[in-house]
């Protein structure tokens, strides 16, 4: 599938899912924005090897998913570096792991603001655009935890069930024009977020980390494999190609069976 042509914004994409939907996109022929926080010199590397394994245009935003302004002004500078923004994944995401009564208030705040805010505000500014070319593909990456609900996860549970809904709204308001805004729920993939949870789910249940990987992580997932993301890249490029132009308003699982049960 080619989406030469097309240009792309992937929040979050100096790491994990991101980044690796950031490639796929590439590797179709997309133009992409790429956001997220790191080390800067590693950034401008992941950067330039877009441009120079792709042959795409390839820019960077340093915004924070947490502060509308910044989102604001990332789709600005999309507009103006890629000439318009045709494709948006809305990917940043952060997690935190503790019991409802202990868990921290700012970070309740700062799950809301990056996990579900940051997607409202992203769809806000790029649609306009999207309207005026009558074309846009917006894909969500939100989570099983969209679907169903895990202890201990209340901030990222309510907020990626938000995104669910948020993206069926999106969805009719746009079921006419030849736009589509779509939910990946992905089940547990192998990126630093996980990583830091096996550590966190260790500590809280007095368990090692394999017993947390085996028992905990892995336990809802039927497959009792992590999902790949190379299968999530090619379904966000899937879900930007013209045959998928009727699946829309939709949460489409990558969850090895998870939410099947
Ligand atoms: P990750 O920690 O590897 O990457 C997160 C990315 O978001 C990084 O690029 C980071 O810099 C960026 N980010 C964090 N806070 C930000 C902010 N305020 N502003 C801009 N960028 C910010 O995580 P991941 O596992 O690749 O997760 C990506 C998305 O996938 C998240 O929305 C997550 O909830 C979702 N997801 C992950 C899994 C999983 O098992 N890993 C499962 C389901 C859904």
Known sequence: M?????AAIVTGSTSGIGQGIAEALAAAGADVMLNGFGDADAIEQQRAGLERDHGVKAAYSAADMSKPDQIKAMVADAEKLLG?????V???GIQTVAAIEEFPDDRWELIQAINLSSNFYAIKAAM???KARNWGRIVNIASAHGLVAS???VAYVAAKHGVVGLTKVVALETAQMNITCNAICPGFVKT??????IGDQAKANNMTEEQVVKDVILASQPSKKFVGIDELGAL?????GDQASSITGTSLSVDGGWTAR
């Open 90 to 92: 809305n990917n940043a």
């Open 2 to 6: 080619s989406l030469k042509g097309k």
């Open 151 to 153: 202890p201990y996860k």
């Open 192 to 197: 630093p977020l996980v990583e830091g949870q």
């Open 84 to 88: 318009k923004v045709d494709i948006l």
């Open 128 to 130: 306009p655009g999207m």
């Open 236 to 240: 966000t490029v899937f879900l930007c």
